[in-house]
């Protein structure tokens, strides 16, 4: 079944302008979803404590000022995690580390403590990464990782970290966003290579792209993911993958967001995250998608609630993104209704999966007016390629499913 096959897979080619061709055999890996939630108000807490450190950080490199962390920033544990299982070392030593493409360093040791091993060097230098919901810092060492048995980077720059916190159930993390979210990570390196740049410069993959595949799900924890290193996998979407220009310091892009005729949001930069639960607009924008489907602020949840009425009447949400429109359909509008107890909510209530960015988050100059995260990637195929620096979104088997 196309949800669950995660075997090492040849990318063919994929459809786009220019054709990304992949003239090897990259390789695909499985990714499991874990929660670690207790209410709608964690997953928002938890997200905008996220999107609040991007905004900072892009604003401190767009001023060429040094980026400092927010004092007494409170911790708040990763609620939706997408974890893959990654191999440190001469011993191949499993770390389960959350894939994140709003971050690129790779680190282990938030909850099982990195062992040295005959391909392990420790650089002594420091290494510190904020998160905005956690952080860690530590010292960079170079290693062998691991990814599957075809697929090893020799001397890769690693986080081992000294301490932690908001990493509660995992080891650290596979970071996959661009190489210059790397800057002032290390001490005395401008940047570091990520995985995905060693891969391509070690001649591994050919090409330093990355396809992510998600489907939506109705249980806390299943496998129901796939990352693919060095191009697409074509079993895994429908049609032809189509590119927009990345821009700013993160996976960024430009889009249009309309709720059936009405546009909700012009022409506004944000961003593509994994590691943001859900789908965050401006208050303007989110305010006119709220009057338009009639919704209102459930307390028990944080979220806001449909009666049946209003959800049999609810209309298509569509992101515009290179002259290309991605909907979101009723269904997919909403939270998992087998999992409302698990937020706080009613099993029989209708919860929407987008939310209010705050007037304090929203700055255009960064490029902040929206964040595209796990409830839009559920549903579509992303790529993310460093090589023509774009983005690319394709329609998947899931993208009209009704399991929520």
């Known amino acids: ?59 401190a490199r767009a001023t060429n000022q040094p980026f400092t962390k927010r004092q007494a920033q409170p911790v708040i544990n990763e609620v939706v995690s997408y974890i893959a299982s990654v191999g440190v070392g001469a011993s191949n030593s499993q770390y389960q580390l959350i894939v994140d493409t709003g971050s690129s360093n790779t680190w282990v040791g938030a909850s099982k403590s990195f062992a040295s091993t005959s391909t392990s060097t420790n650089t002594g230098a420091q290494v510190s990464v904020s998160y905005g919901s956690g952080e860690f810092s530590g010292t960079e ?26 990493f509660s159930g995992t080891d650290g993390i596979l970071g996959i966003g661009p190489t210059d979210l790397t800057a002032d990570t290390v001490n005395g390196a401008s940047t570091v290579p990520t995985v995905v740049d060693n891969l391509f410069s070690q001649g591994t993959i050919s090409q330093k792209v990355i396809g992510i595949s998600f489907a939506p799900t109705t249980t806390d924890e299943v496998t129901n993911g796939e990352i693919f290193f060095g191009g697409t996998d074509s079993a895994k979407f429908a049609g032809s993958v189509a590119y927009t220009p990345r821009v ?3 996976w960024g892009i430009a889009q249009t967001v ?30 006119s998608y709220i009057k338009a489907t009639g919704a209102v602020f459930d307390d028990d949840t944080g979220l806001y609630k449909l009666t049946t009425a209003q959800f049999s009447a609810l209309k298509n949400l569509n992101f515009v993104i290179g002259g290309v429109a991605y909907s979101l ?23 929407l999966i987008v939310s209010d960015l705050g007037e304090s988050l929203c700055a255009a100059e960064a490029g902040f007016d929206f964040i595209n995260g796990y409830a839009f990637l559920e549903r579509f195929y992303s790529v993310y390629d460093t090589t023509n620096n774009r983005v690319g979104f394709a329609s998947t088997p ?3 499913a009704t399991t929520n």
Request: hydrophobic share 40%.
């Open 329 to 351: 359909t009723p269904n997919a509008q909403i939270f998992p209704r087998s999992l409302n107890t698990e937020i706080g909510g009613s099993a029989s209530s209708i919860y």
């Open 398 to 400: 899931f993208t009209t």
């Open 248 to 250: 700013g310091d993160y």
């Open 1 to 59: 079944m196309f949800a669950t096959a995660f075997l090492f897979t040849l990318a063919l080619a994929v459809a786009a302008n220019p054709i990304v061709v992949v003239d090897r055999s990259p390789i695909s890996l499985p990714l499991s979803r874990v929660r670690n939630f207790t209410s709608g108000y964690d997953i928002i807490s938890h997200d905008l404590a996220r999107i609040q450190h991007f905004k900072d950080r892009a604003n």
């Open 141 to 166: 060492w170079t290693d062998k990782v691991t990814l599957s048995s075809s697929l090893v980077v020799t001397q890769q720059s690693i986080g081992v970290a000294s301490s932690s916190s908001g």
């Open 258 to 287: 309309t709720y059936g005729s009405t546009t909700v949001l012009n022409n506004l930069q944000g961003i593509v995250d994994t590691g943001t639960t859900l789908i965050y607009l401006t208050p303007n924008s989110f305010n």
